[in-house]
């Protein structure tokens, strides 16, 4: 199956993607970690978007997309698909990954805003194995899965917040329609727990794959 999650930051569609990888063996791709990965690993792209990340610009779509068409030929990906996660952020990037696969299915995390201020809110990411949790989450102040250190990410105060919100809804939620006018998009209400929004995303799910019928 090939699938998008999509949802305004806060919704917990990186947590979806890892549960769909879990469970489906459907291979999480988050654009972060494949630009990450290519720039650590000193590839061809990963040197070219490295220049531009350094000076703080935008990766050209062109190379973006470059790298994700890279992830996605991978044998992993030919054979079971791909869940991706953090792109499409918008509708020129939407049209330009149509041209070089097709998607099966367009998973829509939705929440209030005041839930995704408040999530985004409380969010703390572990400087030890990279887990994102929250306040209410941790144990005796630590990582709740590794016992590490966390910390407050810059564009979680809530100056950034509302402004990373504003941008979902200007440049993001526009493919709400896009995909819902070829059919493919799913819609799905966040909850509180993530088992229970994972109940919902297997839901949406299981009549585009074996394995969600369980």
């Not at 999650?5 to 569609?13: A, F, I, N, S």
């Not at 469970?23 to 000193?42: K, L, V």
Request: neutral net charge; glycine residues 8%; proline residues 3%.
């Amino acid at each position: 199956m090939r699938l998008i999650v999509l949802g305004p930051q806060g919704c917990g569609k990186g947590t979806q993607a890892k549960l769909i990888n879990k469970e489906m063996g459907i291979p999480h791709i988050s654009t972060g970690d494949i630009f990450r990965a290519n720039m650590e690993q000193g590839t061809e792209l990963g040197k070219i978007a490295k220049e531009y990340v350094n000076k703080g610009q935008l990766v050209p779509l062109d190379i973006t997309v470059k790298i994700v068409k890279d992830r996605i030929e991978q044998p992993d990906c030919e054979e079971n698909g791909f869940c991706l996660d953090g792109f499409p952020r918008n509708r020129e990037q939407a049209e330009a990954l149509d041209k070089i696969t097709d998607i099966d299915r367009v998973i829509l995390i939705e929440l209030p805003r005041e839930e995704l201020i408040k999530r985004l809110s409380i969010r703390r990411d572990c400087k030890d194995c990279a887990h994102i949790t929250r306040l209410d989450w941790l144990i005796n102040g630590k990582c709740e899965k590794c016992g590490g250190q966390v910390f407050q990410r810059e564009d979680a105060t809530e100056e950034a917040i509302q402004k990373r919100l504003e941008i979902y809804d200007t440049q993001t939620a526009p493919l709400i329609d896009f995909y819902k006018n070829k059919g493919i998009l799913q819609t799905i209400q966040g909850q509180d727990k993530v088992e229970d929004t994972f109940a919902l995303t297997k839901a949406a799910l299981k009549d585009n794959c074996q394995n969600f019928n369980k």
